[in-house]
């Protein structure tokens, strides 16, 4: 496991300031090499998707030296630990980078280790910085011999109010929320294609309907979503057999996320461990999406192309003013 502790623009750790999808992410990239038997994440998620198990020596896909699949994940404080928890069912290898605590990374690499996991290391260093996007993928093929999983899911510091004119910040925050996805995408595609892998984008209802007081956050999560689903169509034209998985999240549970949005948002939010296993469970499955919690996310993009006024009036009737 490589887990990279990232500092923030002013030199202090890195949170996700927006509360009302509660991804409290930083700059986490996690590479594991581990095994998911056929079923593994399946049975974990429930009733669900019975059948669909997934099964990489079935799908024709070169496991690791020991048998074993690598997966590079990169995910908030939130939903890091509980991913790697997740993760460690799968007996993996497992790597990363976070952000909202430089102290804890030992802390969670010695509980992934207890909890299983064959190996943990950590990597201090910024998503700013294109080339540690690079790095940190190259350093995870070396190591584990190959990838077969990225999972990309960091974000930068940003505001929760009304958009205030500032253009540095917008630039700061794709840098981070987008460009470093794409850096580590492209480093990461010859590894995946060898092992007919797959890419999880953790991404938020903000990058699919327009919200309040998340402007440069909401620009960064509707780039991603561009980006990844026309990638997938490249990938079908090319027929390269590698699995974009885009994770549409709602108002999730993690620590900044509830003690920012408390008494802003009217609708409670959704439990991190339970949406963690599901991230891990759609990358597994090679779902084109998922959505988490279904009925508060999926649902009302229903009415996006039929009645988008009402959404607009749902999404703002939300908060309380």
């Known amino acids: 496991m490589f887990y990279f502790p990232t500092p923030q623009w002013d030199g202090s750790v890195a949170k996700d300031c927006n509360p009302l999808f509660g991804f409290g992410?930083?700059?986490?990239?996690?590479?594991?090499?581990?095994?998911?038997?056929?079923?593994?994440?399946?049975?974990?998620?429930?009733?669900?998707?019975?059948?669909?198990?997934?099964?990489?020596r079935a799908d024709g896909v070169s496991p690791g030296a020991d048998?074993?699949?690598?997966?590079?994940?990169?995910?908030?404080?939130?939903q890091t630990t509980e991913s790697k928890w997740q993760a460690k069912r799968?007996?993996?290898?497992?790597?990363?980078?976070?952000?909202?605590?430089?102290?804890?990374?030992?802390?969670?690499?010695?509980?992934?280790?207890?909890?299983?996991?064959?190996?943990?290391?950590?990597?201090?260093?910024?998503?700013?910085?294109?080339?540690?996007?690079?790095?940190?993928?190259?350093?995870a093929g070396t190591l584990l011999g190959g990838l077969d999983m990225l999972i990309l899911n960091h974000?930068?510091?940003?505001?929760?109010?009304?958009?205030?004119?500032?253009?540095?910040?917008?630039?700061?925050?794709?840098?981070?929320?987008?460009?470093?996805?794409?850096?580590?995408?492209?480093?990461?595609?010859?590894?995946?294609k060898e092992s007919k892998g797959s890419i999880v984008v953790v991404s938020s209802m903000a990058g699919k309907v327009g919200f309040p007081f998340t402007v440069?956050?909401?620009?960064?999560?509707?780039?991603?979503?561009?980006?990844?689903?026309?990638?997938?169509?490249?990938?079908?034209?090319?027929?390269?057999?590698?699995?974009?998985?885009?994770?549409?999240?709602?108002?999730?549970?993690?620590?900044?996320?509830?003690?920012?949005a408390a008494g802003v948002l009217l609708s409670p939010p959704a439990p991190r461990a339970e949406c963690a296993l599901e991230i891990v469970r759609a990358g597994a499955l090679r779902l084109r999406e998922l959505y988490y919690r279904y009925g508060s996310t999926r649902l009302p993009l229903l009415l996006r192309d039929c009645a988008?006024?009402?959404l607009d009036y749902l999404v703002r009737s939300r908060y309380r003013l």
Request: glycine share 8%.
């Open 308 to 310: 988008a006024d009402l």
């Open 155 to 192: 974000v930068g510091a940003s505001y929760f109010g009304y958009y205030n004119g500032d253009v540095e910040h917008v630039r700061k925050l794709l840098e981070i929320n987008f460009l470093s996805y794409v850096a580590m995408t492209t480093t990461a595609l010859p590894m995946l």
């Open 90 to 139: 799968s007996h993996t290898h497992m790597g990363s980078s976070v952000h909202t605590n430089a102290n804890l990374s030992p802390q969670v690499v010695e509980r992934c280790r207890e909890l299983g996991a064959a190996s943990a290391r950590y990597i201090s260093g910024t998503m700013e910085d294109m080339a540690f996007a690079d790095h940190v993928v190259k350093e």
């Open 216 to 260: 440069p956050y909401s620009a960064t999560k509707f780039a991603l979503d561009g980006f990844f689903s026309s990638l997938r169509q490249e990938f079908t034209m090319q027929n390269v057999n590698v699995s974009i998985t885009l994770c549409i999240l709602g108002f999730i549970d993690t620590e900044r996320a509830v003690r920012d």
């Open 67 to 78: 048998g074993s699949s690598r997966f590079d994940h990169s995910t908030d404080r939130g």
């Open 25 to 56: 992410f930083g700059l986490l990239v996690l590479f594991c090499k581990g095994e998911l038997q056929a079923g593994d994440a399946e049975r974990e998620a429930g009733d669900r998707h019975r059948g669909e198990h997934w099964d990489r």
